[in-house]
């Protein structure tokens, strides 16, 4: 099982430029999300879903979307890019149940916005 | 809005020593989970404890949980030049997210 991969694993945009990045996991979990890592601050949780076709805000969802058309992909849209978008940006994802509680990450992607 | 916030920031320690990190948070909690990253990859798992256990051990690991402070931490035992990488503590509050601290950065020196 290759877990949780992502796509692309780094780009450049300038400022205005959209970008769409992928994430997608081959374990079923129904549980997906997306943060942003930035120095210092930890992560930061933008987006997630609950199960296909659902999605929600997290702490810092201004400036991006998603959609979880399928089950097994998560995709996060960038459609103005700003500077402060530089950052390095992981899904995750995570089964259901009572006892299924730790979170599956990607590689990340880093993201330069110039 | 950061929930955990580990203590202290960074650590440098001799391989073979114990390395220890705190992790405080402000709201009730189900669970609190440590995950490692390395650099330049992804966030690794590593133990959650469950807000009604006091202590778990997984291995070199014994994170132990104290709700009424609302504190956690974290030990890794006789530690290796492999365990060199950032730990982060997050709680999960029952509503399917996580919310993360902002890390300690542990350097192991061999």
């Known amino acids: 099982n290759a877990g949780v991969t992502q796509t692309p694993k780094f780009r450049v945009l300038k400022t205005g430029q959209s970008m769409t990045l992928l994430c997608a996991q081959d374990m079923n979990h129904e549980y997906m999300y997306w943060y942003r890592q930035d120095p210092g601050m930890g992560l930061r949780l933008i987006h997630y879903s609950v199960g296909e076709g659902t999605t929600a805000k997290g702490e810092v969802p201004d400036g991006y979307n998603v959609s979880r058309l399928k089950k097994q992909n998560f995709l996060l849209g960038l459609e103005s890019a700003a500077p402060s978008q530089t950052s390095v940006y992981f899904c995750a994802s995570r089964g259901i149940g009572q006892k299924v509680f730790a979170q599956y990450f990607g590689p990340g992607t880093r993201l330069l916005v110039l | 809005s950061q929930q955990g916030e580990e203590d202290p920031q960074a650590l440098s320690i001799q391989e073979g020593e114990n390395a220890t990190m705190n992790c405080s948070y402000k709201?009730?909690?189900?669970?609190l989970q440590w995950y490692r990253q390395n650099s330049g990859r992804g966030l690794v798992h590593l133990i959650l404890i469950r807000s009604n256990e006091r202590e778990k051990h997984s291995g070199r690991l014994r994170v132990t949980l104290d709700t009424s402070k609302k504190s956690s931490s974290l030990l890794i035992t006789a530690s290796r030049a492999a365990d060199t990488a950032s730990y982060f503590c997050?709680?999960?509050?029952?509503?399917?997210?996580?919310?993360f601290g902002k890390g300690n950065q542990v350097v192991v020196i061999p």
């Open positions: 709201t009730s909690i189900n669970n």
């Open positions: 997050a709680t999960d509050d029952g509503n399917n997210r996580l919310a």
